[in-house]
């Protein structure tokens, strides 16, 4: 297991990247133009199973809370029933909510936009989902284009408006890369709403990371 953390200049942008890296069984890599700071590479429910969590620092001082996520796939040898993939995304939705900072949450999380699962997450989360009313965009199999789904996602606070949202040309991966563009509004955004949960689903939230052995408190939250 290595863990990275690193800062470079760029020779072509000219301008100072953060970078992130970690690397596993997988390699999950975080470049960003502007400061990153608070990060933490974190193994909330597999050993082998590496995620991300930052704070990125605006131009305009605004601090944005970060989580990038890649829970590992259902796995009919090690993990049929996609048990530890949706404990990670259920506490990381609960830790999300002691968060006063804009938040984004983002990554493939090997699972579809209207699976029970992300459901439950957003409706735990609160957070909002700006493909809905927009389209699929469907990220896997890039090679089939027959057999495509919306595995890739990124979730936002109220504090966001949606400037554009696309899938972009393939660049060699299985996956299709997702651009999405946000404004910080808060007052704009406030008017939006997301789905709320039920007193039930609350409670299957916790049940999922408890059967689990993880907890909220496993989610690095901002300073």
Same mark, same amino acid.
């Given at each position: 297991?290595?863990?990275?953390?690193?800062?470079?200049?760029?020779?072509?942008?000219?301008?100072?990247?953060?970078?992130?890296?970690?690397?596993?069984?997988?390699?999950?890599?975080?470049?960003?133009?502007?400061?990153?700071?608070?990060?933490?590479?974190?193994?909330?429910?597999?050993?082998?199973?590496?995620?991300?969590?930052?704070?990125?620092?605006?131009?305009?001082?605004?601090?944005?809370?970060?989580?990038?996520?890649?829970?590992?796939?259902?796995?009919?040898?090690?993990?049929?029933?996609?048990?530890?993939?949706?404990?990670?995304?259920?506490?990381?939705?609960?830790?999300?909510?002691?968060?006063?900072?804009?938040?984004?949450?983002?990554?493939?999380?090997?699972?579809?936009?209207?699976?029970?699962?992300?459901?439950?997450?957003?409706?735990?989360?609160?957070?909002?989902?700006?493909?809905?009313?927009?389209?699929?965009?469907?990220?896997?199999?890039?090679?089939?284009?027959?057999?495509?789904?919306?595995?890739?996602? *990124?979730?936002? /606070?109220? !504090? &966001?408006? @949606?400037?554009?949202?696309?899938? =972009?040309? *393939?660049?060699? /991966?299985? !996956? &299709?890369? @997702?651009?999405?563009?946000?404004? =910080?509004?808060?007052?704009?955004?406030?008017?939006?709403?997301?789905?709320?949960?039920?007193?039930?689903?609350?409670?299957?939230?916790?049940?999922?990371?408890?059967?689990?052995?993880?907890?909220?408190?496993?989610?690095?939250?901002?300073?």
């Amino acid at each position: 297991m290595k863990k990275i953390l690193l800062i470079v200049e760029s020779v072509f942008l000219l301008v100072p990247i953060s970078c992130v890296l970690c690397y596993t069984s997988i390699l999950t890599l975080i470049i960003s133009r502007l400061p990153l700071s608070e990060t933490e590479i974190c193994f909330l429910v597999e050993k082998e199973i590496p995620s991300i969590h930052a704070s990125l620092e605006l131009r305009t001082g605004d601090k944005v809370r970060f989580h990038f996520l890649h829970p590992a796939p259902p796995s009919p040898t090690e993990n049929s029933k996609s048990a530890k993939r949706d404990a990670e995304l259920v506490i990381v939705a609960r830790r999300v909510t002691e968060c006063a900072q804009p938040v984004i949450v983002t990554g493939d999380l090997n699972d579809v936009a209207w699976s029970a699962t992300t459901r439950l997450f957003r409706k735990v989360s609160g957070l909002l989902d700006p493909r809905v009313g927009r389209g699929m965009f469907n990220t896997f199999h890039a090679d089939y284009p027959f057999v495509r789904w919306p595995l890739d996602h *990124l979730f936002h /606070s109220p !504090h &966001f408006t @949606l400037q554009d949202i696309q899938r =972009l040309p *393939l660049i060699g /991966s299985d !996956h &299709f890369p @997702l651009l999405t563009r946000l404004s =910080l509004t808060p007052l704009q955004g406030a008017r939006q709403t997301s789905i709320k949960g039920s007193a039930a689903e609350l409670e299957w939230a916790k049940e999922i990371s408890e059967d689990q052995n993880v907890s909220k408190n496993d989610v690095p939250k901002q300073s």
